[in-house]
């Protein structure tokens, strides 16, 4: 399979809670490419929790230094990226997000909220309906996730590794190859 994607970084979008890092550890893994998480990168280089910076410099700031930071990677070949779930906001990320192949983990609001309920890291759902903020971030954002190369629709039961697997299946279905007249 990484020898069909040429080195072309491959970038998981969608909610939080959708299992990017998760799912992006094991795609990594298959495909022989190492891992990133935009959102690892960024406490690593600011020395600050992502809820520190949302909370000390706002949501603007945050989205910079996303942009900042998947603008760096983007110069890198042979990586799988779990991205945060708003990088798709801005447009000067989709400049870059499209050097690599897009992959979206879409979700539906009712996993995500089982899967969050417990979280109190996620500064954007510091909300008295916590399940209200989720559907109406979807609803802003299905628009541009559906941007992406290649839509997954996670199932309830499924494990990390079988959306892997299916990633990994139907990459080939969205790859441009060349043909050759003749």
Known sequence: MSNLLKGV?????GMMGAGKTTVGKILAYHLGYRFLDTDDVITQSTGKSINQIF??????????LESDVLGQICAYTQLTIATGGGIVLRRENWS???HGLVVWLDVPVELLYNRL???TTRPLLQDSDPKGKLRSLLEERTPLYSQADLKITVREQETPEEIAHRVIEAIPTVLKIPSYPG
């Open 55 to 64: 909370a000390e410099e706002g949501e603007a700031a945050f989205r910079q």
């Open 96 to 98: 870059y997000l499209h």
């Open 117 to 119: 309920a417990e979280d």
């Open 9 to 13: 970084n491959l970038y998981l979008i």
